[in-house]
């Protein structure tokens, strides 16, 4: 289980979390949906110990992990996680099973002479075949995004952070993504936090939806509660609509 509270994290005199609290139940997925820009990937990177909040609580498995501060807990708690970055982060200069492995070394006691069986086998549930000596650079955006989410589960973490998986899929290849996921959950029982603008998507895969709005969670419900909800800021989120409460601006400095 997952316990986040009253997390705040500033970068200089930008305020982005500003009180969160989050709750997600053992073997539950959670959806965060919110504008661009409203903090999303901070959450995950502060749950995942990427970024120091500067207060709150963020409690996995009853540890406070805001309180770690040796690397070798750090290191000891990631374990728990595979985490799917927004923009992939694959290496470059890595062949694509590489990429997926190379985790593992640091993760798992997996011996090496395995890493390419393993590689193969996260690859095929993702849908990729052959593509294990390519480079990033060869590969189509979506491909990318799903060595991304295989070197994610290369591990079988017991947590999995999504940042945005579907975005930059077709239709029908989000939605064989969306499955996978819910896959996950219920055959290895994994507990999900995933970040998505895709609301297919969302009302597919989540257990529960939180909608992220001025640092805060403005709410928590189910798909079919959001999909009838009279809250004027979700419905317009969800509606994707520019007028409404929601001001958004198209220029940063405005
Ligand atoms: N390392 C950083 N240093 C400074 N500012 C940062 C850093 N990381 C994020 N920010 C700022 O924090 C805010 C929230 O960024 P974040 O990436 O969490 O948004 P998001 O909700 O994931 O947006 P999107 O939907 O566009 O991915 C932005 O204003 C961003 O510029
Ligand atoms: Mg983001």
Redesign the pocket.
């Known amino acids: 289980m997952i316990r986040v509270v009253g997390l705040r994290k500033n ?1 200089g005199s ?1 305020m ?1 979390l500003q009180g969160v609290d989050l709750t997600v139940e053992s073997g539950e997925t959670m959806v965060v949906i ?1 504008g ?7 959450l995950l990177k502060c749950v995942i110990g990427l970024v120091r909040p500067n207060s709150g609580l963020i409690e996995v498995d009853g540890a406070d992990v805001t309180r770690l501060h040796d690397e070798v807990e750090i290191a000891d708690y990631r374990r728990k996680f595979g985490y799917c970055f ?1 923009e992939g982060a694959l290496f470059d200069s890595l062949s694509v099973w590489e990429n997926v492995t190379f985790g593992l070394k640091y993760l798992t006691d997996v011996p090496e002479g395995r890493y390419r069986a393993i590689a193969q086998e996260k690859l095929e549930l993702v849908g990729l075949r052959e593509v294990e000596e390519l480079r990033p650079a060869q590969l189509s955006g979506g491909m990318k995004k799903r060595v991304a989410l295989a070197r994610a589960i290369a591990a079988e973490p017991q947590y999995i952070l999504y940042d945005e998986p579907t975005t930059g899929l077709d239709p029908i290849m989000s939605d064989i993504i969306s499955d996978l996921i819910l896959d996950l959950k219920e055959k290895l029982g994994v507990t999900s936090i995933a ?1 998505t ?1 895709d609301m297919r998507s969302a009302y597919k895969i989540g257990d529960r939806i939180a909608m992220l709005h001025d640092g805060k969670v403005l709410g928590v419900a189910s798909p079919k509660e959001i999909k009838t909800t009279t809250n004027p800021y979700i419905r317009q989120f969800v509606e994707g609509v520019s007028q409404g409460p929601i001001q958004m601006k198209l220029r940063d400095y405005d």
């Not at 661009?36 to 901070?42: E, F, I, V, Y």
Request: charged share 15%.
């Open positions: 970068f930008r982005v919110g661009s820009g409203c903090g999303k990937s901070t927004q970040v603008h």
